[in-house]
Protein backbone atom coordinates (compact mmCIF):
# COMPACT_ATOMS: atom_id res chain seq x y z
CA UNK A 1 0.00 0.00 0.00
CA UNK A 2 1.31 3.49 -1.03
CA UNK A 3 -0.15 6.66 0.42
CA UNK A 4 -0.20 9.69 -1.79
CA UNK A 5 -1.22 13.28 -0.91
CA UNK A 6 -1.51 15.70 -3.62
CA UNK A 7 -2.08 19.92 -3.29
CA UNK A 8 -3.56 21.85 -5.94
CA UNK A 9 -5.57 24.99 -5.29
CA UNK A 10 -7.59 24.22 -8.77
CA UNK A 11 -10.22 21.35 -7.70
CA UNK A 12 -10.30 20.05 -11.30
CA UNK A 13 -6.38 19.10 -10.91
CA UNK A 14 -6.73 16.83 -7.55
CA UNK A 15 -10.13 15.20 -8.99
CA UNK A 16 -7.96 14.30 -12.67
CA UNK A 17 -5.08 12.95 -10.42
CA UNK A 18 -8.06 11.19 -8.32
CA UNK A 19 -9.34 9.66 -11.23
CA UNK A 20 -6.26 8.40 -13.01
CA UNK A 21 -4.55 7.00 -9.57
CA UNK A 22 -6.88 5.14 -8.89
CA UNK A 23 -8.14 3.78 -12.06
CA UNK A 24 -4.38 2.52 -12.70
CA UNK A 25 -3.37 1.67 -9.15
CA UNK A 26 -6.64 0.72 -6.79
CA UNK A 27 -6.57 -0.97 -4.28
CA UNK A 28 -2.56 -0.48 -4.17
CA UNK A 29 -2.52 3.38 -3.44
CA UNK A 30 -4.59 5.67 -0.81
CA UNK A 31 -5.04 9.16 -2.43
CA UNK A 32 -5.47 11.95 -0.46
CA UNK A 33 -5.97 15.78 -1.92
CA UNK A 34 -6.00 18.94 -0.47
CA UNK A 35 -6.25 22.55 -2.02
CA UNK A 36 -4.14 24.63 0.94
CA UNK A 37 -0.44 23.79 1.45
CA UNK A 38 -1.41 24.66 5.50
CA UNK A 39 -3.88 21.84 5.17
CA UNK A 40 -1.47 19.88 3.57
CA UNK A 41 1.88 20.30 5.64
CA UNK A 42 -0.53 19.54 8.80
CA UNK A 43 -1.88 16.43 7.41
CA UNK A 44 1.68 15.43 6.32
CA UNK A 45 3.55 16.12 9.53
CA UNK A 46 1.19 16.54 12.34
CA UNK A 47 -1.89 13.94 11.75
CA UNK A 48 0.27 10.86 9.95
CA UNK A 49 3.41 12.70 11.23
CA UNK A 50 5.21 11.44 7.83
CA UNK A 51 3.29 8.19 7.17
CA UNK A 52 2.95 9.34 3.04
CA UNK A 53 5.21 7.85 0.48
CA UNK A 54 4.64 10.39 -2.52
CA UNK A 55 3.93 14.02 -2.41
CA UNK A 56 2.32 15.61 -5.92
CA UNK A 57 2.06 18.98 -5.65
CA UNK A 58 1.54 22.48 -7.67
CA UNK A 59 4.52 24.32 -7.73
CA UNK A 60 2.19 27.76 -7.79
CA UNK A 61 -0.95 27.67 -4.66
CA UNK A 62 -2.27 31.13 -5.79
CA UNK A 63 -0.37 33.33 -3.29
CA UNK A 64 1.32 29.92 -1.51
CA UNK A 65 4.20 28.75 -2.81
CA UNK A 66 4.36 24.91 -2.96
CA UNK A 67 8.24 24.66 -3.14
CA UNK A 68 8.47 25.90 -0.02
CA UNK A 69 5.90 23.64 1.35
CA UNK A 70 7.66 20.38 -0.21
CA UNK A 71 10.99 21.90 1.13
CA UNK A 72 9.25 21.75 4.45
CA UNK A 73 7.74 18.23 4.38
CA UNK A 74 11.35 16.89 2.81
CA UNK A 75 13.52 18.13 5.62
CA UNK A 76 11.36 16.92 8.07
CA UNK A 77 10.31 13.57 6.15
CA UNK A 78 13.38 12.63 3.70
CA UNK A 79 11.57 9.69 2.65
CA UNK A 80 8.88 11.34 1.24
CA UNK A 81 9.00 11.14 -3.02
CA UNK A 82 8.43 14.75 -4.15
CA UNK A 83 6.44 14.87 -7.90
CA UNK A 84 6.13 18.86 -8.87
CA UNK A 85 3.17 19.84 -10.79
CA UNK A 86 2.82 23.37 -12.71
CA UNK A 87 1.55 25.13 -15.36
CA UNK A 88 4.30 27.49 -15.61
CA UNK A 89 7.61 25.92 -16.43
CA UNK A 90 9.54 28.82 -15.66
CA UNK A 91 9.72 28.14 -12.22
CA UNK A 92 11.18 24.81 -12.45
CA UNK A 93 15.04 25.81 -11.58
CA UNK A 94 14.17 26.75 -8.60
CA UNK A 95 12.36 22.60 -7.40
CA UNK A 96 15.98 20.79 -7.26
CA UNK A 97 16.35 21.83 -3.12
CA UNK A 98 13.01 19.87 -2.56
CA UNK A 99 15.08 16.80 -4.61
CA UNK A 100 11.58 15.63 -6.41
CA UNK A 101 11.76 12.65 -8.42
CA UNK A 102 9.66 13.66 -11.84
CA UNK A 103 8.33 16.70 -12.83
CA UNK A 104 4.83 17.49 -14.43
CA UNK A 105 3.72 20.49 -16.95
CA UNK A 106 -0.06 21.10 -16.87
CA UNK A 107 -2.18 20.00 -18.79
CA UNK A 108 -0.69 16.77 -17.44
CA UNK A 109 -0.87 13.74 -19.92
CA UNK A 110 -1.71 10.63 -18.33
CA UNK A 111 0.84 8.65 -19.66
CA UNK A 112 3.60 11.09 -18.17
CA UNK A 113 1.21 10.99 -14.69
CA UNK A 114 1.77 7.30 -14.70
CA UNK A 115 5.69 7.62 -15.50
CA UNK A 116 5.45 9.91 -12.51
CA UNK A 117 3.99 7.73 -9.80
CA UNK A 118 5.80 4.32 -11.47
CA UNK A 119 9.34 6.02 -10.64
CA UNK A 120 7.88 7.09 -7.52
CA UNK A 121 6.94 3.37 -6.47
CA UNK A 122 9.89 1.94 -7.98
CA UNK A 123 12.18 4.32 -5.61
CA UNK A 124 10.35 3.56 -2.66
CA UNK A 125 10.43 0.09 -3.35
CA UNK A 126 14.21 -0.23 -4.28
CA UNK A 127 14.62 1.49 -0.45
CA UNK A 128 12.39 -1.08 0.84
CA UNK A 129 14.41 -3.82 -0.12
CA UNK A 130 17.39 -1.67 2.06
CA UNK A 131 16.51 -3.43 5.40
CA UNK A 132 17.88 -5.44 7.77
CA UNK A 133 16.06 -7.79 10.61
CA UNK A 134 16.20 -7.61 13.95
CA UNK A 135 14.32 -9.68 17.15
CA UNK A 136 12.65 -7.56 19.84
CA UNK A 137 10.70 -8.76 21.99
CA UNK A 138 10.74 -12.50 20.70
CA UNK A 139 9.31 -10.87 17.20
CA UNK A 140 11.53 -10.35 14.30
CA UNK A 141 11.48 -6.96 12.84
CA UNK A 142 12.53 -5.42 9.22
CA UNK A 143 14.24 -2.11 9.63
CA UNK A 144 14.19 0.07 6.50
CA UNK A 145 17.53 1.39 6.84
CA UNK A 146 16.14 4.97 5.21
CA UNK A 147 13.81 5.64 8.26
CA UNK A 148 16.45 5.27 11.43
CA UNK A 149 17.92 8.40 12.30
CA UNK A 150 20.43 7.34 15.00
CA UNK A 151 20.84 4.82 17.38
CA UNK A 152 21.75 5.37 20.90
CA UNK A 153 23.22 2.32 23.25
CA UNK A 154 21.90 2.73 26.98
CA UNK A 155 22.19 0.45 29.81
CA UNK A 156 23.34 -2.32 27.27
CA UNK A 157 19.93 -1.70 25.31
CA UNK A 158 20.10 -0.38 21.63
CA UNK A 159 17.14 1.92 21.21
CA UNK A 160 16.51 2.19 17.54
CA UNK A 161 15.21 6.29 16.54
CA UNK A 162 12.95 4.79 13.38
CA UNK A 163 10.73 7.52 11.62
CA UNK A 164 8.33 8.29 14.15
CA UNK A 165 8.56 5.24 16.50
CA UNK A 166 11.72 4.64 19.49
CA UNK A 167 11.79 0.88 20.31
CA UNK A 168 14.56 -1.24 21.80
CA UNK A 169 16.47 -4.19 21.02
CA UNK A 170 18.52 -6.35 23.27
CA UNK A 171 21.77 -6.34 20.94
CA UNK A 172 25.48 -5.05 20.85
CA UNK A 173 26.58 -1.99 19.46
CA UNK A 174 29.36 -3.24 17.54
CA UNK A 175 27.38 -6.17 16.53
CA UNK A 176 24.72 -4.23 14.63
CA UNK A 177 27.33 -1.51 13.45
CA UNK A 178 28.52 -4.47 11.31
CA UNK A 179 24.90 -4.11 9.70
CA UNK A 180 24.73 -1.07 8.35
CA UNK A 181 25.62 0.60 5.21
CA UNK A 182 28.22 2.98 4.67
CA UNK A 183 25.94 6.19 5.35
CA UNK A 184 25.68 5.00 8.94
CA UNK A 185 28.90 6.73 11.27
CA UNK A 186 29.78 5.78 14.79
CA UNK A 187 29.92 9.27 16.25
CA UNK A 188 30.30 8.25 19.64
CA UNK A 189 31.09 5.52 21.80
CA UNK A 190 26.88 4.96 22.33
CA UNK A 191 25.99 6.58 19.01
CA UNK A 192 25.30 5.35 15.05
CA UNK A 193 23.54 8.19 13.06
CA UNK A 194 22.02 7.78 9.74
CA UNK A 195 24.39 10.69 7.64
CA UNK A 196 21.16 11.08 5.68
CA UNK A 197 19.43 12.70 8.32
CA UNK A 198 21.87 15.23 8.95
CA UNK A 199 21.02 19.12 8.38
CA UNK A 200 24.27 20.57 10.10
CA UNK A 201 27.09 19.44 11.88
CA UNK A 202 28.04 21.48 14.79
CA UNK A 203 30.57 22.13 17.59
CA UNK A 204 27.72 20.35 19.89
CA UNK A 205 26.98 17.68 17.79
CA UNK A 206 25.13 16.10 14.82
CA UNK A 207 21.93 18.20 14.16
CA UNK A 208 19.08 16.26 12.62
CA UNK A 209 16.16 17.66 10.29
CA UNK A 210 13.53 16.21 13.50
CA UNK A 211 15.26 19.05 15.71
CA UNK A 212 17.82 16.19 17.72
CA UNK A 213 21.61 16.66 18.65
CA UNK A 214 23.42 13.31 18.42
CA UNK A 215 26.42 13.59 20.06
CA UNK A 216 30.00 13.56 18.51
CA UNK A 217 33.04 12.46 20.73
CA UNK A 218 36.05 14.44 20.12
CA UNK A 219 37.50 11.65 19.60
CA UNK A 220 35.01 11.29 16.57
CA UNK A 221 34.45 14.61 15.57
CA UNK A 222 37.92 15.09 12.99
CA UNK A 223 36.58 11.83 10.94
CA UNK A 224 32.73 13.07 11.62
CA UNK A 225 33.49 15.82 9.51
CA UNK A 226 35.31 13.99 7.02
CA UNK A 227 32.42 11.68 6.43
CA UNK A 228 29.85 14.11 6.19
CA UNK A 229 32.08 16.31 3.81
CA UNK A 230 32.29 12.81 2.00
CA UNK A 231 28.78 12.44 1.94
CA UNK A 232 27.42 15.73 1.13
CA UNK A 233 30.05 15.99 -1.81
CA UNK A 234 28.40 12.29 -3.41
CA UNK A 235 24.88 14.31 -3.42
CA UNK A 236 26.22 17.18 -5.72
Known amino acids: MYKIVACDDNPEVTTYLRSVIEENYYP ?17 CETV ?32 KVIFVTGYIIYAKDIFEAEPCFFLVKPIEETRLIQ ?6 ALIQEERQRCISVVT ?3 IRNLQLSQIR ?46 DHIRELTNDGALLYSGELVPVSRSKYADMKKAFLKYLGQKL
Open 28 to 44: EVNFIAFSSKFDLIDYT
Open 49 to 80: KGNVDILMIDINLGEDNGIEAAELIKQRYPHI
Open 116 to 121: AVDKAI
Open 137 to 139: RGE
Open 150 to 195: FIENRNRTLIIREKNLDFEVHMKLNKFEEQLPENFFRCHQSYIVNL
